[in-house]
């Protein structure tokens, strides 16, 4: 193989960007082929744009067609595990949207089929690309911080407008979409937060849902979490604030990583904290600090092209994947953690069988109030594979 053959699956906000880069070939050895959208409109606009690629309404049509090596999966988040496990069964790569999926227990279908096919299996975690994060990582992972404390992370500039919920039937619906904020905008920032500082062991969360827009799912999250070494962290987000904040803070015994507003300041101690805690004569001690500037060039990096270049690359080339879809179960595992800590009022244990969560989802989805056009398609579905 000298390239890859992409087809696209689900044109709306995402996918289309994925078509234009594909199809305008901005992504090296990868060519489009194949686009699918339920929405006949949606295709009209392929063929308009990129006559030679072929348009399906059925996504199993596009995996039989041969013309595929690799799909990019970019429909609403229930379809992405259905219809990648069904990919893999046919003998196509898959790049999965994120989130990997609505809920563990099918995310682990999902891997499975993954492991059985033996193919390549990527998530669009784009924000991995960015010099910043990538250096915040290499920085905490090298042990330079010493022992790990704390992660504080409040990333609330995800701003939404009703406008944004009422635009399409799945959005913020348990039956359509499964979760809010914490499933559709900040997946990124849980999988950076574990990606940088690790799982933590056990959560208690507190979500509210529809708390700033008429919806049922959350739309403001604060999280505590705590590790295996002792290490604590919150995690903040929500979609009704402006100005919102993104502020990433990580402090270490031997120092303090801000990120925040494109900058990475490093507060690096002469000697450890823990050390000169007990080592220290004077009751009221300081230590000196140098401060860092840490921030990379390149700004975020390249982003959702450079994971599709990557998973080309890895295909063709055996280049190792920045972001393995296996991995793309944590943010669920944490997002599903989260949820099931407010509705038990309780602690949950992050690494669980999934059942529990998978439950009183099916009671939210089976209980929900709004009733939008088309929704209950994708209800009926996720009850139709559940267990
Ligand atoms: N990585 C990112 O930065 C990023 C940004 C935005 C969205 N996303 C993800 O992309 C996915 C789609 O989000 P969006 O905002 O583009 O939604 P959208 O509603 O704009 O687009 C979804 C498209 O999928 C189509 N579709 C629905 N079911 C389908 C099916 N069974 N087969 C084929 N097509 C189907 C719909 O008709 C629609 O055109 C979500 O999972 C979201 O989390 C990722």
């Excluded at 999934?354 to 939210?364: D, M, N, P």
Aim: aromatic share 10%; proline share 3%.
């Amino acid at each position: 193989m000298d390239k890859v053959r992409f087809g696209v699956i689900g044109i709306g906000n995402m996918g289309t960007s994925h078509v234009n880069w594909l199809g305008k070939g901005e992504v090296k050895d990868a060519v489009l082929t194949a686009a699918c959208d339920i929405k006949p409109s949606r295709l009209d606009w392929v063929r308009a744009n990129f006559g030679d690629v072929a348009c399906f309404e059925d996504y199993h049509q596009l995996l039989d067609s041969g013309l595929c090596d690799a799909i990019l999966i970019a429909t609403p988040h229930y379809y992405h595990p259905i219809i990648g496990i069904d990919a893999f069964k046919k003998g196509i790569a898959v790049l999965s949207e994120k989130p990997v999926g609505v809920y563990v227990k099918k995310v682990r279908e999902l891997i499975a089929a993954a492991d059985e096919s033996g193919l390549a299996f990527g998530i669009m975690y784009n924000q991995r690309t960015s010099p910043q994060y990538q250096k915040i990582r290499e920085i905490v992972q090298s042990g330079e911080l010493g022992q790990l404390k704390r992660c504080v992370w409040i990333i609330t500039d995800w701003y939404r407008t009703q406008a944004y919920y009422d635009s399409g039937a799945w959005r913020a619906t348990w039956a359509g979409e499964g979760g809010g904020v914490l499933l559709n905008q900040a997946p990124h920032n849980l999988d950076l937060w574990q990606w940088i500082f690790g799982m933590p062991k056990k959560i208690r969360a507190f979500c509210a849902f529809g708390k700033y827009h008429n919806i049922e799912v959350e739309d403001d999250v604060t999280a505590y979490a705590e590790y295996e070494n002792g290490a604590t962290s919150v995690f903040i987000t929500t979609t009704g604030e402006y100005p919102g904040t993104n502020r990433l803070e990580i402090t270490g015994s031997r120092g303090k990583i801000v990120y925040e507003n494109g900058k990475i300041t490093y507060w690096k101690l002469a000697v450890d904290e823990r050390e000169n805690t007990f080592k220290s004569d004077k009751g009221f001690d300081r230590i000196d600090y140098e401060i860092i500037d840490l921030t990379q060039p390149g700004g975020g990096g390249p982003q959702h092209k450079g994971i599709l270049q990557n998973f080309t690359n890895h295909i063709l080339h055996g280049e190792p994947l920045l972001a393995d879809g296996r991995e793309g179960i944590n943010m669920v595992a944490l997002a599903n953690a989260m949820m099931l800590s407010t509705w038990k009022n309780d602690w949950v244990e992050v690494d669980n069988d999934g059942e529990e969560f998978y439950q009183h989802l099916r009671e939210k989805i089976a209980t929900s109030t709004v009733k939008k056009e088309g929704v209950e398609a994708v209800a009926d579905l996720t009850d139709s594979f559940g267990t």
